[in-house]
């Protein structure tokens, strides 16, 4: 019986750090699954408690800085970016008129839907923008300050 109640507290841990995401609440959830095996093996609840907080304690102590340096993004460890991160900062050329519907343009030779960051703003096809977050497969985009106003990008030359 002292398993099955090790069991259903793992079971309510793990659920809840499904809605916090803060990789601490699975820590205690794999030290009441431990709880459990040892209750499994008939060991006394003075022993089933001790193996629940040596193992919560030895998780978040040990395996929590691990999975929390893996989980920061590159430009916040200050390691290269790739992948979609890569695109943040980069500029981009506005091929259909990007609003708050729709919107086309092109970054490093790829086409990627589009949306300006600010929903009030809106871009011309051939006027340069930067691409401020990705979401999925839609680019946010702001004012690329990297053109001089009144210069035409080189597309509407």
């Given at each position: ?6 069991v259903v507290l793992g079971v309510l841990l793990g659920v809840a ?141």
């Amino acid at each position: 019986m002292d398993a099955v109640v090790w069991v259903v507290l793992g079971v309510l841990l793990g659920v809840a750090e499904i809605f916090t995401t803060t990789f601490f609440l699975i820590m205690f959830a794999a030290g009441a699954f431990a709880a459990a095996g040892a209750a499994a093996l008939g060991a006394p609840v003075p022993v089933q408690a001790l193996v629940f907080a040596a193992v919560s304690v030895l998780s978040v102590a040990l395996v929590r800085p691990v999975i929390a340096r893996h989980a920061r993004s590159a430009l916040e460890t200050g390691e290269r970016a790739f992948g979609v991160e890569a695109l943040e900062g980069a500029t981009a050329l506005v091929l259909e008129r990007v609003d708050d519907g729709h919107g086309l343009v092109k970054i490093d030779g790829e086409l990627w839907s589009a949306r300006p960051f600010d929903a009030t703003q809106s871009f011309e096809p051939g006027e340069r923008v930067q691409v401020i977050k990705v979401r999925g497969a839609t680019a946010l985009v702001w004012q690329d300050d990297i053109s001089p106003p009144g210069e035409l990008p080189e597309a509407k030359r």
